[in-house]
């Protein structure tokens, strides 16, 4: 900081010029530290960029349950579905950096997205400042009960025998369920007919009625039908046997150990909110997660906690910039993919 000092500027004069500099000062700062311990003085907004219902939509409605508790205030859910996840992301990513309104994030809106929306209108490596992971949830095989195999090797064995005839749903280029089917089939060397829906429950109706053999999606949103038996699983793309299915073996158990996905979910807030309230989300979002509530209810729509040492700002930007990359490969070996409204 510079002080001027004018010899000639005394007594009533000076003071008033010193004053104005003050001010000055004051007023080019972000935020007091005083305003700054008052917030939030009102409710807080969290942006999804997905419809009302999905796992995306629910995991993000018990965090907001928890963090409100952190923070003293409400916070209202606003759902903004579109382009995959693009237009709620922008909407978050355009929001006034002053802390109250935040947004939902995972594997398909904040890192695949990167390859497969050549207009994405943000750089979620660049354009957001991430709060933490909330939950993660590995995906797997799942396919129609009367399906004639029992095994990951046996299903590789049929989809190489099938070639096209083989028909695997999922819910969209470009989404999760679609990138995953991607990987398991570049690994297993085979290569099906996809069937496109509008989501999981349009793809899980036509498994049941066995016009389709099968998709490839979150334990999260299979799991009720592979414990009911309606549907069989196998290859939970996880490194060890999740708790939410321990007993369906895991790809690494089935031979194919490179085939192994967790997505994430976490939650950003726009680049440029002050320092001390960054903090202050940061702050809640992990607190959040020894919340009794969420420590109850994630298990039960079918998502882990992810480990403390995975579950900070840091680890969730540096998630994002290395599955930018993974995917970018995947896509790249199916020729190039894109994804619709």
Known sequence: ????????????????????????????????????????????????????????????????????????????????????????????????????????AHMGTHAASVSTNPKLPYDPRTDFDYLGIHLVTPHLIIVRKDLPTQTLQEFIAYAKAKGKDLKMGHNGAGSLAHLTCLLFFQLAGAEPTYVVYRGFGQTINDILSGAIDGTCDLIASAREHVVGGSVRGFGVAAVERTPLLPDVPTSREGGLPEFVIESWLGLYAPKGVPPPILAKLRQATLAALDDPLVQKRFPEIGGNLPKREDRGAERMLELVKSDVVRWAEVVGKAGGIEAKP
């Open 1 to 104: 900081m510079l002080f001027f000092a004018d010899p000639v500027v005394e007594g009533p004069a000076r003071r008033h010029w010193l004053g104005l500099f003050a001010a000055v000062m004051l007023a080019s700062l972000p935020m007091s530290s005083g305003l700054a311990q008052t917030w939030p003085e009102r409710s807080l907004t969290l942006i999804v960029p997905f419809a009302a219902g999905g796992a995306s939509d629910v995991s993000s409605r018990i965090m907001a349950e928890a963090m409100s508790k952190q923070l003293g205030q409400s916070i209202i859910i606003e759902n903004a579905a579109g382009a995959g996840g693009a237009t709620g992301s922008l909407r978050g990513k355009n929001a006034k950096p002053d802390g109250y309104t935040i947004g939902f």
